[in-house]
């Protein structure tokens, strides 16, 4: 019998490594999971890169796919990440009171992220966003 295994174009992307810089992202459909522990909650957001930097292997950048892991219980990576994210779509943050928001509002909203090279947890490279910004240049309405 053959061994065989399906590899869609996104499972391909996956892998390439971005050219550290500003990218343009676009949020998939957040989810929550249990953390590995399973004392807290991890909310991940599937981004796919819409435009920036070439990538190392001189290819455009469009299309890699960007996973956003954000624990509610580490208040730098998670909560902080989370609350960058929410201002760089236009959400307002109160900072004098707690609020709940909708992150699955989030879906198909665009963004601007910081991507760095950093090694995971199995010491493979991968692409991690460290910081977001409101996209700096909307694309007209009349060309979406």
């Known amino acids: 019998m053959a061994l065989k295994i ?9 892998g390439v490594l971005l050219t550290p810089g500003w990218h343009r ?3 998939k459909r957040p989810s929550s999971q249990l953390s590995k522990k399973g004392d807290s909650t991890v909310f ?3 981004f796919v890169v819409m435009s920036g930097p070439i990538t190392k292997e001189k290819k455009p950048s469009a299309g890699v796919p960007v996973t956003g892991f954000y624990s509610d219980k580490d208040r730098g990576r998670g909560k902080l990440f989370l ?5 760089s779509l236009g959400v307002t943050v109160d900072d004098k009171q707690a609020q709940s928001y909708d ?5 198909g909203k665009e963004t601007e992220g910081y991507i760095e090279n ?3 947890n199995n010491k493979v490279m991968q692409n991690t ?5 409101p996209v700096s240049h909307p694309v007209p309405a009349s060309s979406q």
Do not use: M
């Open 83 to 87: 609350a960058k994210l929410l201002k």
């Open 118 to 120: 950093q090694l995971d």
């Open 129 to 133: 966003i460290v910081d977001f910004r």
């Open 6 to 14: 399906t590899l869609t174009p996104e499972d391909v992307l996956h």
């Open 25 to 27: 992202l676009k949020i």
């Open 103 to 107: 992150l699955e509002g989030c879906e």
């Open 44 to 46: 991940v957001f599937p």
